[in-house]
């Protein structure tokens, strides 16, 4: 096999996307084509080997590629979570409505439960990936573990998004036959536009995520990201309560304040607790949180 | 000298190959080769990555041409490519005044 055929195979076992992979090759292509030109009677091309090359091709590509959707994913969820406070301080204004007055009491419920928990799982791994790109950035070849952390925190975090925007959007059919015009058109348009970014988001990531990366080296945890937090890796137990203790005591608070009822601050702060601890349980591996 | 010794250097390299104007790879090599005397035994297809890396970063741009009926790339310096080689200069000026008081 010729040289260009090798490489271009190697990009191709690699899942270099064809595009830059069209470039690569034309790019060698007209390399050897110069080099053949300048002394017609060399045998072998100086550009070293093709399995060399293509994979520094393909590791920094998938680097790149990683911290960028990283990156891009964050902006989207921040718009999001913009569609989120605009969504919830217009509804502030108009009033909350009675859960039963919708369509359906349990379909308000579900919609209020994705938008809750859905934000908060969103903003932890959205702010973890971008972070964790933002530290990395600039590096050309990153760890295969380490890429493989990057893209699994972005996608849970682009699809958490996506619960809370699909919450959003059920809270408005739910509401519709009961909420101002104004407020249905506002809140539907922009919850549907944060969809759409999300969703635009979650394709990028999928297609820059193909390419093969296979760099040897630790993937880090969630402890390399905030080090004060380093003295708690042996022991993620402790994270957790202490995740639980100061964020459910900071609900129950501010609840009680807002409300003017402990019993309504213990609730909110109590489901706060359980849906940290669902989280942790469900997700902490996945983002470097524990082992 | 090897390749391993080029490590960190190859990227302030290339952009001051290209300060001289803009190249496609084959001739970036080319220009390599002569101004180091033959000195650097870089397996040529290494620029490659080098060059995407830096287009990635903003620090040459590229465009496509016809050339002899084959397709060329050439590249060029961006004003942050100017800015990013001045950088890169002036840390080679204090790097290699260290390792020269070190080592003499």
Same mark, same amino acid.
């Given at each position: 096999m010729s040289w260009l055929g090798e490489f271009e195979e190697e990009l191709r076992a690699r899942h270099v996307r064809p595009a830059v992979r069209e470039c690569l090759v034309a790019e060698l292509a007209d390399h050897i084509a110069c080099e053949q030109e300048a002394?017609?009677?060399?045998? &072998?091309?100086?550009?070293? &080997?093709p399995r060399e090359i293509a994979g520094q091709c393909a590791e920094e590509l998938a680097a790149h590629d990683a911290r960028h959707v990283a990156v891009g994913a964050f902006l989207a969820l921040a718009a999001a979570g913009l569609v989120f406070l605009v969504q919830q301080a217009t509804l502030a204004r108009t009033g909350y409505p009675d859960v039963?007055?919708?369509?359906?009491g349990a379909l308000a419920l579900i919609a209020i439960l994705a938008f809750v928990v859905g934000a908060q799982v969103a903003l932890v791994c959205g702010v973890l990936a971008a972070w964790r790109a933002v530290r990395r950035w600039g590096v050309p070849v990153l760890p295969a573990a380490e890429i493989a952390l990057l893209r699994r925190r972005t996608t849970i975090a682009l699809g958490a998004g996506l619960v809370t925007t699909t919450g959003l959007l059920l809270y408005v059919v739910n509401f519709l036959a009961v909420m101002p015009a104004w407020w249905l058109a506002l809140s539907g348009t922009l919850a549907a536009g944060a969809t759409v970014a999300l969703a635009v988001s979650l394709h990028t990531l999928r297609q820059g995520g193909s390419t093969l990366a296979l760099a040897e080296g630790p993937a880090g945890d969630l402890y390399d990201d905030i080090p004060?937090?380093?003295?708690?890796r042996p022991h993620p137990l402790v994270l957790w309560a202490l995740a639980t203790l100061v964020v459910g005591g900071v609900v129950t608070v501010a609840a009680w304040h807002a409300e003017h009822s402990l019993v309504e601050g213990l609730e909110r702060g109590g489901f706060e607790v359980l849906a940290l601890s669902a989280g942790f349980a469900l997700f902490g591996r996945a983002i470097g949180a524990r082992r | 000298m090897r390749a391993e010794a080029l490590k960190g250097h190859l990227d302030g390299l290339i952009l001051a190959t290209l300060a001289a104007g803009p190249a496609h790879g084959y001739a970036i090599a080319q220009a390599l080769r002569t101004r180091s005397d033959g000195a650097f035994e870089l397996?040529?297809?290494?620029?490659y990555p080098a060059l995407h890396r830096l287009e990635r970063a903003g620090l040459v741009a590229s465009e496509w041409s016809t050339q002899a009926g084959r397709r060329r790339r050439t590249y060029r310096l961006t004003r942050a490519g100017e800015q990013g080689l001045a950088d890169r200069r002036r840390e080679w000026g204090i790097l290699s005044r260290a390792i020269e008081a070190v080592l003499a």
């Open positions: 002394s017609p009677t060399q045998v &072998a091309t100086q550009l070293g &080997a039963n007055h919708g369509y359906s004060p937090l380093r003295a708690l | 397996p040529e297809g290494t620029l």
